[in-house]
């Protein structure tokens, strides 16, 4: 098993139980003050705030459960694996933070992954903006929308992640893994470069270990995510 000392309570958990809360501190007062002075707004507007609320506690749950399954996978590496999670770059040129899912690193290869939890079929083309995906009900109807290309965000995120801990991009690599295992991914060619199953995910990261070759370099990125 990899060190996982590393790994920090998940954020999302803490911002799903933000959002109930807010929904007691926000939504109740609200409703109850509607009820004293407007009436006949409250059976309007209450129901829309709980099902805003919802929605943000659903969006966030998919995401930590999409994070804790991977998670477990990545527990089945061998001990020379190390495993960081939740882990903040500051933008040089925004104020914002680029947060990465998880870091894997080995003494070869520094994987960032990042993890996506969309089911249904899904149109794998690194060059396009958006994907397409189709997913099916239980009663077989289709349903078509379109996602961000999550290999973007991912490049984008290895760029930083290189040029903030001064190391040359050859040791790093870049998987998005859809952590959902009714998600299909339709490719134009059997493996892609960036993108990769639960399934497989394992055997990515262990067989692109094993084609590379020792890093000094690294040791001391374990020594900086560690700090």
Same mark, same amino acid.
């Given at each position: 098993?990899?060190?996982?000392? %590393? ?16 929904f007691i501190l926000i939504a109740l007062p609200l #409703? ?23 929605? !943000? ?12 399954? =991977? ?19 500051q933008d040089r040129f925004k104020k914002n933070m680029?947060? !990465?899912?998880? =870091? ?6 520094v994987f960032l992954i990042e993890v996506k939890n969309? /089911? ?11 994907? %397409?995906?189709?997913?099916? /009900? ?12 999550? =290999?973007?965000?991912?490049? %984008? ?6 040029? #903030? ?12 893994? #859809?952590?959902?295992?009714?998600? =299909? ?6 493996? /892609? ?26 040791? %001391? ?7």
């Amino acid at each position: 098993m990899p060190s996982l000392e %590393n790994i920090k309570k998940n954020k999302l958990k803490s911002d799903i139980d933000k959002a109930r809360l807010l929904f007691i501190l926000i939504a109740l007062p609200l #409703f109850l003050l509607l009820g004293y002075f407007l009436p006949q707004l409250r059976i309007a507007i209450f129901p829309a705030l709980i099902v805003f609320t919802l929605m !943000i506690g659903r969006i966030k749950k998919s995401g930590l459960d999409g994070e804790i399954r =991977v998670l477990s996978e990545l527990k089945k590496l061998s001990d020379d694996y190390v495993v960081y999670n939740q882990v903040y770059i500051q933008d040089r040129f925004k104020k914002n933070m680029i947060e !990465i899912d998880y =870091v894997v690193l080995s003494k070869k290869l520094v994987f960032l992954i990042e993890v996506k939890n969309y /089911s249904g079929k899904i149109e794998v083309d690194p060059l396009k903006k958006t994907w %397409n995906r189709v997913k099916t /009900s239980k009663k077989n109807n289709k349903y078509k929308s379109k996602i961000k290309n999550p =290999v973007f965000q991912l490049s %984008n995120q290895i760029d930083k992640f290189c040029k #903030f801990y001064n190391l040359d991009r050859k040791f790093v690599r870049g998987l998005v893994c #859809f952590s959902n295992k009714k998600a =299909v991914l339709l490719r134009k060619e059997k493996k /892609s470069e960036f993108t990769v199953e639960i399934a497989s995910l394992i055997n990515r990261i262990e067989g692109e270990n094993a084609k590379a070759i020792d890093s000094p370099s690294l040791l %001391n990125l374990q020594k900086i995510l560690k700090g």
